[in-house]
Each structure stands twice: as structure tokens, then as C-alpha cells.
């Protein structure tokens, strides 16, 4: 089965350019997640999905940031306009709602570099 | 809101040494505890997790992860670490679908 699957893996921008990150789920995982990790840190939520609805986006900064996941399944993550904070690892995580507990799988993440 | 504690930033051991990470958890109720592995350059890979079937977790590469209730503590545990075992330990609890983490322990493995 194949797992979370991220592109790009790295990303380099200047800042204040956009820049946009891509997120496969496991097939039949209907929970999608987009974390946040800085360097040193545990990764932070940034929002989650249930199907294609945001139900918690609570630490999105929304000036800057979106998101969408249309059809329910691979979801963007969108920056626009980078800062050089931003500089980061996004990760993306699946889970199956239905059964406790909610396990997540992460993909690799995508490493972005705003210059 | 549940929050953990991961005690160590760095751990260093020995080849062949055991392996202690440190977690804590706060929580009122029982609650569904993870723990996962973060190579370089790669995503989290989850190690092993407590549903309260057991108290003692054994999960891959060796490892396993006891949960103490009355110490709100869930550490992770491998008797003799091999070099591949180099990398970020993240502990995680679960409420729902929230995921609250740690801030990581690195662990180092000395030849």
C-alpha cells in the first residue's frame, strides 16, 4: 500500500513569492492533516480536513495561508506571499475515522527555504 | 487541552546501551498515546501505540513503551541501541483526531 505522498520534497523561494505544496493520502483515508514543523519542534496543526471539509483550521494564518482538498482525497497547501518565517517543513498526515484511535501517517514533508 | 512533556532534548547513548525516552502526558481520562520516529530529511514513522489493551506497548525495531497511570507516563524503552536507532522521537497524545506532540527528543548512538 502506498503511503503520504508529498511534492515537491524541497522548495527554495524569496520572499514574497507564492509558492504552493501538494499532499496524496493513504487510499481510503478520509482525514487529512497539514502540520507545521520548525526546526528542533514537534509539528504544529495547521488544518484538517474530514472528506473535503476544513473542520479545524483554528491555526491557519488565513492573511497568507489556504487550503483545499476539492474532491476529498489530495489536498494544496498554498503560501502567498512567503515571509522568511515561513521557512519550514510542512508535513501532510492521513488518517480512517471509525476507529479509535485516529492512527496518523505522515508523509516525508516538503522543506521550504524563503531567502 | 492535552499537552506532553518530553524530558531531554538530546539523549546520548552507548552501542549496544539501553535506551530510555522520556513522555508525559496530561490528561484526566485514559488517553491514547503514541510515539514516533523522524529520520533525517523524512516524515514521521510511528514507532508504537497505547488503545489500553495493555500497559506494555512493544512496537518495531525493538522498541517498546510502558504506560504508567499513576505517573501519567508513557517512556520509551529499547535494551540495546544500535546505530540506526539515531533520530527524532516524537510523543504524541490523541483526543479525537487532535494530536498534541512533543517537542522531540534527539537520540545519539555512540560507536
Known amino acids: 500500500e502506498a503511503g503520504v505522498v508529498q511534492s515537491p520534497r524541497y522548495k527554495i523561494i524569496e520572499k514574497k513569492q507564492p509558492v504552493a505544496f501538494w499532499c496524496n493520502p493513504i487510499?481510503?483515508?478520509?482525514?487529512l492533516y497539514w502540520y507545521l514543523q520548525n526546526l528542533g519542534q514537534g509539528p504544529e496543526l495547521l488544518i484538517r480536513y474530514e472528506n473535503e471539509e476544513a473542520v479545524d483550521d483554528s491555526q491557519l494564518p488565513k492573511d497568507r495561508f489556504s487550503a483545499e482538498r476539492l474532491k476529498g482525497v489530495d489536498s494544496t497547501l498554498k503560501i502567498q506571499p512567503a515571509e522568511l518565517g515561513d521557512s519550514a517543513v510542512y508535513l501532510c498526515?492521513?488518517?480512517?475515522?471509525?476507529?479509535?484511535?485516529?492512527?496518523?501517517?505522515f508523509g516525508p514533508g516538503t522543506r521550504l527555504t524563503v531567502l | 487541552a492535552q499537552s506532553v512533556t518530553q524530558l531531554g532534548s538530546h539523549v546520548s547513548v552507548s552501542e549496544g546501551a539501553l535506551v530510555l525516552l522520556r513522555c508525559n502526558y496530561s490528561s484526566s481520562v485514559p488517553p491514547y498515546l503514541f510515539w514516533y520516529v523522524q529520520y533525517p530529511n523524512q516524515g514521521l514513522q510511528l514507532l508504537l501505540k497505547?488503545?489500553?489493551?495493555?500497559?506494555l506497548v512493544k512496537g518495531i525495531n525493538g522498541f517498546e513503551a510502558e504506560f504508567k497511570k499513576s505517573e501519567t507516563s508513557f517512556h520509551l524503552t529499547k535494551p540495546s541501541a544500535h546505530m540506526s536507532d539515531a533520530a527524532e522521537y516524537f510523543c504524541a497524545v490523541s483526543e479525537g483526531n487532535q494530536f498534541y506532540f512533543g517537542t522531540g527528543t534527539s537520540l545519539t548512538v555512540i560507536p
Open positions: 498526515a492521513s488518517s480512517s475515522s471509525g476507529t479509535l484511535p485516529d492512527t496518523q501517517y
Open positions: 487510499s481510503g483515508h478520509n482525514t
Open positions: 497505547y488503545t489500553s489493551a495493555a500497559t
